[in-house]
């Protein structure tokens, strides 16, 4: 798993260069041409941006195929190289993915990208889960168990591919022409990277931010790190240790990951719609909105976030039932705090971005990872807390791009910030009542059945707690439930 998650922290970089940025743009783009109901501008700006992230991911995959060893080598991770180049396909495909579903959410239609992104996640589940067994049964190294793994990543994108394709062109199958004026390629092109660019540098900095914490990771687990002229000593436990505590790290970074993929898509979603309401002066339309997305995002962040902090043991050893748990836990837990933080993180950076105000998301970020790599050297130098000061690094980085991403929004938050502090309470005191309930019954579930079995009876329990305290105070009610299914 160590050598999993360098290689994959390096295509991170680039699928996030891909899936961030260009798509927002494309959505922003199609959102105000529908607006002014010009449907030919629309399928302009789906060709051009096509064969625009063709090019680009065509370079990039070809990047990543010829200088993987290199890459590899950089994060001090040399097993790594193999799984890099396995990568590269996907790499291709997430750049032509990124036009397709930014496409479909300009039109507000997310189905399509829901389907694709099933497809991509099974496929990956199913054969990679099926290859890594193949071949650790037959004596693989960790070289080829990772490639193996990871091309089930690969396969997945290549189909989920060809299913937005059939999607797109079945979709404009009954598409009428309005016969209305439509931009140049060069203009599009040109408004295109205007709006994608501060929006994939922003996304991308916690990627490089990621990759250069593998290589201070591994760096100072192993014999140290060299830092321009300077030289910080390492703790020298051996590269297989390093490896291994890397595993572990990344492991527990995957639980967080978890609940993140459910609320990143209500930032996602909500981008078209709040620029729409923006675009046409509606108030009301956006401090809706606005609220919507704090709300329904902190709804899954909070508890998520509250049950990885208390029960972070049971979940790793259900999880990772081999894996070391006496430090896998204690990173579970702080990635608990993480999760709410990031939420509100992706939240109010998706809002800036819907505003126009795309190049204030890549100040808070950039000043927030470098904040982050600077106190990643600090702790994890440190002998007693070693990998495990990495989380630590992560929330503080988290908090200061709150703060300053809350600043930025202070003159668009009039009218708002009322009705979404009253939600955020409410959704707190759920999710607080919910963590007491699991920390209580885990307790005594654990001495008579065991951490597993305990941990999950817990945790279901801690479910139906949380879910019957949201519908106690009104955090949200069945005729919104109702609506928001019919939306």
Known sequence: MGVFYSAYNIYNLIAVLASAGLPVAVSRMVSETLVRGNRDEAERIYKVSMRLFAMIGAVVALFMFVFSDWLASLIHNPDAGFSIRVLAVTAFCAFLMSGMRGYFQGHSIMIYTAVSQVIEAVVKLGLGIALAVVVVRAGAGDSTSSAAAISGVSLGAVLAVVFLLFSKKRFSRGTERTGMEVRTDRQIVKELFRIAIPVSLGASVMSVVNVIDDVIIMGLLQKGLAIGPFFLGGLDFGYPAAKALNGVFGNAKKVFNFPSAFIVPFTVSIL?????????????????????????????????????????????????????????????????????????????????????????????????????????????????????????????????????????????????????????????????????????????????????????????????????????????????LKNMRRH
Not at 272 to 282: E, G, M, S
Not at 392 to 410: G, P
Not at 417 to 427: D, S, Y
């Open 272 to 480: 078209p719609v709040l620029t729409a309401a923006y675009t046409a002066n509606d108030r009301e339309g956006v401090k809706k909105n606005m609220t919507n997305c704090f709300k329904y995002s902190l709804m899954l962040a909070l508890p998520s976030g509250i049950g990885m902090f208390v029960l972070a043991e049971p979940i790793f050893r259900i999880l990772y039932p081999r894996g070391d748990v006496e430090n896998g836990s204690v990173m579970l837990a702080t990635f608990g705090i993480a999760v709410v933080l990031y939420a509100v993180v992706s939240i109010t950076g998706a809002i800036l971005q819907a505003f126009g105000r795309v190049n204030l998301p890549l100040v808070s970020l950039t000043v927030g990872g470098v904040i982050k790599c600077i106190l990643t050297t600090v702790l994890v130098s440190r002998p007693a807390l070693n990998i495990k000061g990495a989380p630590i690094a992560t929330c503080v980085c988290y908090v200061v791009m709150i703060t300053m991403n809350l600043v930025f929004l202070r003159s668009y938050m009039k009218g708002c910030a009322k009705p979404i502090l009253v939600n955020v309470a409410k959704t707190a005191a759920a999710a607080l009542f919910m963590g007491a309930a699991a920390y209580f019954l885990a307790i005594p579930l654990k001495g008579a059945l065991g951490v597993r079995m305990g941990g999950l009876i817990a945790i279901a329990a801690a479910g139906c707690v949380y879910l019957a305290l949201i519908f106690l105070f009104r955090v949200v009610t069945l005729r919104e």
